[in-house]
C-alpha cells in the first residue's frame, strides 16, 4: 500500500530553495506536517508564510552540528508529538569557481564535505531513532555525480557518491524495522548551485558544452524533482533518479564510467580548458 503522507511529520534540511522549498510544497498539498530547517531563521520563516502556522514548524540549522540536529528533532516531536520522515537535502557547492583537485583550497575541500555527508550524518543520526520508532522514511539527496565523473566538481562528487553509499548500507540494516531508506539522484536542477555551469563560469559552461550532448545538459526544475520525490516516497522506492532519462547510466555505471573516463582522459578540448582554468586561479593549498 501507498505511504499515507496526511498526518506525516516531515523534516525537510536545506528546506529554504531550490529542491527543499519544492518538496516541502508538495508534501503540504498531501497533507504532511512539515519541519523546515536551512542556515537562516528567516528564510525559513519566509518560506513558513506560504503554509498554516499549525502545520509547519520553521528552524534554523546548521547541518554540521550534531547537538543542533539532535535538538531540531526534539523540537519537532514536541510541536507534533511525533517525526516520521527526514529528508537530508542541505547542499552546498564551491563558494565562487570550480576548481580541479590540483588547485582546491583543502579548507574548501573541507567544507563541501562537512556539509554534504557529515551534515547528512548528523540528520540521519539524530532522526533515526524516531523514524524506526514510526516505521518512517529517511530520504538522502544524493546526485547523478554518484556515478558521473566529477571533474571540477571532485569534493561534491565525493560527498555524493558517499552519501549514496551510507543510504544503502542504512536500508539494509533498516530490514524488518518497517522504517526504509532512499537515495536521490537528481540531473542538473535548476538551483544555485549548478548555475555556475550553465552560464555562471563561462569555462564551466564550455566545458559542458564541448564534452555533454544538449540532450542530457539541459537542466531540469526544482519542481519536477519535488514530484519524483514524494512519488518515491509514497511508494517507499530505494532509489529516486530524476529524470527517468538517467537510469541507464545509472544501472549501466560499471560498464560505462572506465569509457567515459577514458574519453574525457583524451579529450584535448577539454584537457584544454582544464589547463585555462588552472592557469587562471590559484592554488592556495
Known amino acids: 500500500m501507498a505511504y499515507d503522507l496526511i498526518g506525516k511529520v516531515v523534516l525537510i534540511t536545506g528546506a529554504a530553495g531550490g529542491i527543499g522549498a519544492a518538496t516541502a510544497r508538495e508534501l503540504y498539498g498531501?497533507?504532511?506536517?512539515?519541519?523546515?530547517?536551512?542556515m537562516q531563521q528567516e528564510a525559513v520563516d519566509q518560506l513558513a508564510q506560504e503554509f498554516d502556522a499549525e502545520r509547519v514548524l520553521p528552524l534554523a540549522l546548521d547541518v554540521t552540528d550534531v547537538e543542533?540536529?539532535?535538538?531540531?528533532?526534539?523540537?519537532?516531536?514536541?510541536?507534533?508529538?511525533?517525526?516520521?520522515?527526514?529528508?537530508?537535502?542541505?547542499?552546498?557547492?564551491w563558494h565562487s569557481n570550480?576548481?580541479?583537485?590540483?588547485?582546491?583550497?583543502?579548507?574548501?575541500?573541507?567544507?563541501?564535505?562537512?556539509?554534504?555527508?557529515?551534515?547528512?550524518w548528523n540528520t540521519i543520526q539524530a532522526a533515526l531513532p524516531e523514524v524506526i520508532r514510526n516505521q518512517g522514511q529517511i530520504l538522502v539527496t544524493s546526485s547523478i555525480y554518484a556515478f558521473l565523473n566529477g571533474l571540477v566538481n571532485a569534493p561534491y562528487a565525493v560527498s555524493k557518491a558517499a552519501v549514496e553509499a551510507l543510504t544503502r548500507a542504512l536500508l539494509v540494516e533498516l530490514g524488518g524495522t518497517g522504517a526504509t531508506s532512499s537515495v536521490v539522484y537528481p540531473a542538473?536542477?535548476?538551483?544555485?548551485?549548478?548555475?555556475?555551469?550553465?552560464?555562471?563560469?563561462?569555462?564551466?559552461?564550455?566545458?559542458n558544452e564541448t564534452v555533454m550532448p544538449s540532450f542530457m545538459?539541459?537542466?531540469?526544475?526544482?519542481?519536477?524533482?519535488?514530484?519524483?520525490?514524494?512519488?518515491?516516497?509514497?511508494?517507499?522506492?530505494?532509489?529516486?533518479?530524476v529524470p527517468g532519462r538517467w537510469v541507464p547510466f545509472a544501472l549501466l555505471r560499471g560498464l560505462l564510467n572506465p569509457?567515459?573516463?577514458?574519453?574525457?582522459?583524451?579529450?584535448?578540448?577539454?584537457?584544454?580548458?582544464?589547463?585555462?582554468?588552472?592557469?587562471?586561479?590559484?592554488?592556495?593549498?
Not at 516531536?77 to 517525526?83: A, D, K, P
Not at 539541459?218 to 529516486?240: C, E, T, W, Y
Not at 577514458?262 to 592557469?279: F, I, P
Open 259 to 285: 569509457l567515459i573516463d577514458s574519453y574525457l582522459q583524451r579529450h584535448k578540448a577539454l584537457q584544454k580548458l582544464l589547463r585555462e582554468l588552472e592557469s587562471g586561479q590559484d592554488g592556495g593549498r
Open 30 to 38: 498531501l497533507g504532511a506536517l512539515l519541519v523546515l530547517t536551512d
Open 68 to 93: 543542533a540536529s539532535k535538538r531540531v528533532v526534539q523540537r519537532a516531536v514536541e510541536r507534533f508529538g511525533r517525526l516520521d520522515v527526514a529528508f537530508a537535502n542541505a547542499g552546498i557547492s
Open 188 to 207: 542538473w536542477t535548476d538551483t544555485a548551485i549548478v548555475k555556475m555551469a550553465f552560464g555562471g563560469n563561462d569555462l564551466a559552461t564550455r566545458m
Open 98 to 120: 570550480p576548481k580541479t583537485l590540483r588547485i582546491c583550497p583543502s579548507d574548501e575541500f573541507r567544507r563541501i564535505v562537512e556539509v554534504d555527508l557529515f551534515g547528512v
Open 217 to 241: 545538459r539541459q537542466p531540469i526544475q526544482p519542481q519536477q524533482v519535488a514530484r519524483a520525490i514524494v512519488q518515491g516516497m509514497r511508494s517507499r522506492r530505494a532509489r529516486i533518479v
